[in-house]
């Protein structure tokens, strides 16, 4: 046994931690030194969507004990930060297991603290937190949600005043509060009179916001052709996209029944997420029994999106990401423009790992794409650091998107409801989302995405992805399926070095553990540690041109090819 993770082990016998957690510990300590090592060889770390573990006792576990701990030292940062206030925080919590029980811990803590709580008193999606913050002028927003992660893990999310996740600086500041801390620091001591429960109002505030945002009343009379499937995914999008879609005029709403209750176990599928096409089996067997335009599922916290749209012989297909990205941000810059809105200060954001045809689609109309880090509290932040500049809309590759800025956050809630309106809008004009797909791959070259993970668990797989990294580092690619590397961006040293000549030039994105090696024919390969599970991400975009929609069977074979070169390249 290793001396320094036993002594932190022992330290959980001390009567800081209640008798059911030293059993648990003295239990591991004496049967199960392998899953010992696990729990304590590190403290859990916040990554780019907040801190996700998996549930249990010990300090690289999710627990009452290390949830406490983050809002102890979140709310000595507060009164801090915010002196000569009484700080106020809303906080939201998912269908998970436990989820519930936790949000009320952490709430006792920050009210133990003196710090005015708004918890919602049943679950809600995540981006209605984001909205609540700004809603209710708090400082501060937390959300426990592990995502789309398996059913074992949970999670603890934190946004600040504005409403988006926590970013520079703010974020090393609260982890340096917190890791200064020793758990008997931790305040359970609920002061029951600083937390107020909070539901319909938010609720109402929330609905009308996204109708605002995301609907077009051009459409009023187009819904009743429209067909949807929606599944939540027994997540929490069921307690406010129903009712979303029906106060925009949708009546044709069909929700796959297994998968309408919240349950943390995700008993219908294997993976609560909708990037997996196999999460939304059940919502395409049932599209295909209504005859259903559109297919959309949710994943657990209602953040991403996943949707299956018929092409153009009538059979339902998945889109990623980077595609419906592209699809509504298109259609939010035409509505935008045609409607007289632009000043010329408008812009879009995406991220360095998403489809470049973003850069090429808002450049088309004269608008700026900011592009920021991996995960959507980047996206976030371009809003706050351009106030003079208007937010159209922006996503990432991972499933998520965000309409205006009325939410900080990823938001699967108006994101549906604007692809419901894509759908609507192009079946009226005899069109379809698929086609507008199509033809924006036509005007603007037909990009092509791929996104393969490789999970490497627990204290050695840690090492091996660092290596891996360290590996494409130092002995760098010249070379990928036939095509010249002619740059390399290493966003943990900020450098951008273009191969031919050595000249290196800074990178102004905050550092990462990213990197992305250009090539001369246009393809992209981007090498990515996960900051909140155990793997690593090869994100591939290759792209060609298409002269006209009779091309792009050829093309796509092409550019499969390409991709399936570069993967068996990398040996994945």
């Known amino acids: ?231 939540p995914l027994h997540g929490t999008s069921v307690t406010i996209i129903p009712d979303v879609l029906e106060g925009a005029g949708y009546k044709n709403v069909h929700i796959v029944e297994e998968q309408r209750k919240p349950d943390g176990n995700f008993p219908t599928v294997k993976s609560p997420n909708p990037e997996e096409p196999e999460a939304l089996k059940m919502a395409l067997d049932l599209a295909e029994e209504k005859g259903a335009d559109i297919v959309i599922g949710t994943d657990p916290d209602c953040d991403r999106l996943g949707i299956a749209v018929r092409d153009n012989s009538g059979k339902l297909v998945l889109l990623n990401g980077n595609q419906t990205m592209v699809v509504m941000t298109d259609f939010l810059l035409e509505n935008y423009f045609a409607n007289n809105q632009a000043k010329g200060n408008e812009f879009v954001g995406s991220t360095i790992v998403s489809t470049p045809m973003m850069e090429t689609l808002a450049k088309s109309y004269d608008v700026e794409c900011k592009l920021g880090l991996t995960g959507f509290k980047w996206i976030a932040k371009m809003i706050v650091d351009y106030p003079k500049q208007q937010f159209i809309g922006g996503g990432e590759e991972s499933f998520g998107f965000m309409v205006g800025d009325f939410v900080r956050d990823k ?60 590996d494409l580092r130092e002995n760098p690619l010249t070379t990928i399926n036939g095509e010249k590397i002619v740059q390399i961006d290493d966003y943990a040293s900020s450098k951008s070095l273009k191969v031919a000549t050595g000249e290196s030039t800074d990178i102004d994105i905050p550092k990462a553990n990213v990197l992305i090696y250009h090539t001369e024919q246009g393809s992209r390969i981007a090498a990515r540690p996960s900051g909140t599970e155990p793997k690593i991400k090869f994100y591939i975009s290759v792209n060609d041109t298409a002269e006209s929609l009779d091309d792009l069977n050829k093309v796509e074979e092409k550019l499969d090819a390409k991709i399936a070169g570069i993967l068996k390249e990398l040996g994945i």
């Open 411 to 470: 938001d699967a809630v108006t994101a549906t409801l604007l692809a419901c309106e894509i759908v609507t809008k192009a079946k009226s004009e005899g069109s379809s989302f698929f086609k507008k797909l199509q033809d924006l791959y036509v005007k603007h070259g037909f990009f092509k995405e791929d996104l393969t993970s490789l999970v490497k668990k627990g204290i050695s797989g840690a090492e091996e992805i660092k290596q891996t990294m360290i």
């Open 1 to 231: 046994m290793n001396p320094e993770i036993n002594a932190k082990a022992e330290a959980w016998l001390s009567p800081t931690f209640d008798e059911t957690t030293q059993k648990e510990v003295k239990k591991l300590i004496e049967q199960d030194s392998e899953e010992l090592t696990e729990s304590f060889y590190k403290n859990l770390e916040f990554g780019t969507g907040g801190m996700r573990g998996i549930m249990g006792v010990g300090t690289n576990r999710i627990n009452k004990y290390t949830l406490g701990k983050n809002t102890q030292g979140l709310s000595n940062y507060l009164k801090e930060a915010f002196p000569g206030e009484t700080p106020k925080v809303a906080i939201a919590y998912d269908c998970r297991n436990n989820s519930k029980e936790l949000a009320q811990v952490v709430a006792d803590v920050f009210s133990a603290n003196d710090i005015k709580v708004y918890l919602f008193s049943d679950l809600r999606p995540t981006p209605e937190l984001s909205f609540a913050v700004k809603h209710l002028d708090c400082q501060c927003g937390i959300v426990l949600t592990a995502s789309h992660n398996p059913p074992e893990y949970n999670g603890y999310k934190v946004y600040w005043q504005d409403g988006g996740q926590l970013v520079p600086p703010q974020d090393s500041e609260i982890v340096s509060e917190i890791e200064s801390l020793d758990y008997s620091a931790v305040n359970f001591d609920a002061k029951k009179e600083h937390i107020t429960y909070i539901d319909k109002d938010v609720d109402e505030a929330f609905i009308e916001a996204s109708l605002e945002n995301g609907s077009f009343s051009e459409l009023d009379k187009h819904r009743d052709d429209v067909t949807i499937v929606f599944t």
